[in-house]
T-cell receptor, first 113, second 114 residues
Framework: AQKVTQAQTEISVVEKEDVTLDCVYE???????LFWYKQPPSGELVFLIR??????QNEISGRYSWNFQKSTSSFNFTITASQVVDSAVYFC??????????FGTGTLLAVQP | AAGVIQSPRHLIKEKRETATLKCYPI?????VYWYQQGPGQDPQFLIS???????DKGSIPDRFSAQQFSDYHSELNMSSLELGDSALYFC?????????????FGAGTRLSVL
């Protein structure tokens, strides 16, 4: 079975703080993809980052960075110097052999000015 | 760049009525997905199409049906609507492995069943 767990239901930070969103996944597939999506209050789902199961290299893209560790089945996402516009629900998602997204329950991030 | 277009953005229906949601994928994308997101919940996969053929099915009620047309747009048809069908319905499209299986989502259709 495939499963994505986001243990953090809500996080509140003050602007300019760094924040890390945790994601733990379960899958028996050897090839899979992991994603982070952002859902602002307006409701749309915005693709942020993707990582495939063969590439554990961690990267930085602007204020976003991610830490993928197969040994612990984790795919954590960090926002550096958070801004009020980062306030949203963030979903971690898994795409395995079934080619459909399995989402976690989401983490609501509130960035206070 | 062109994005996934969904219409209508908002829809209000009465119980037992029918609703049709439309989705226009990003040009050249060959796969379309439908997801349902209830209030305060994560999106749940309903159904997908690859090159106009149904490719996978999730927990989609028998009252719902969908298809993909020759121009690649897709429609989700919902009949005998129930209060519990009130949700945000997303369509997504992708180029599959050619683009790392990234699914791009439309803005969603918010369906309210009264």
């Amino acid at each position: 079975a495939q499963k994505v767990t986001q243990a953090q239901t809500e996080i509140s930070v003050v602007e300019k703080e760094d924040v890390t969103l945790d994601c733990v996944y379960e899958t028996r597939d050897t090839t899979y993809y992991l994603f982070w999506y952002k859902q602002p209050p307006s409701g749309e789902l915005v693709f942020l980052i993707r990582r495939n199961s063969f590439d554990e290299q961690n990267e930085i893209s602007g204020r976003y960075s991610w830490n993928f560790q197969k040994s612990t089945s984790s795919f954590n996402f960090t926002i550096t110097a958070s801004q009020v516009v980062d306030s949203a629900v963030y979903f971690c998602a898994l795409d395995g052999a079934t080619n459909k997204l399995i989402f976690g329950t989401g983490t609501l991030l509130a960035v206070q000015p | 760049a062109a994005g996934v277009i969904q219409s209508p953005r908002h829809l209000i229906k009465e119980k037992r009525e029918t609703a049709t949601l439309k989705c226009y994928p990003i040009p050249r994308h060959d796969t379309v997905y439908w997801y349902q997101q209830g209030p305060g919940q994560d999106p749940q996969f309903l159904i997908s199409f690859y090159e106009k053929m149904q490719s996978d099915k999730g927990s989609i009620p028998d009252r719902f049906s969908a298809q993909q047309f020759s121009d690649y747009h897709s429609e989700l048809n919902m009949s005998s609507l129930e209060l519990g069908d009130s949700a945000l319905y997303f369509c997504a499209s992708s180029l599959g492995l050619q683009e790392g299986n990234i699914q791009y989502f439309g803005a969603g259709t918010r369906l309210s069943v009264l």
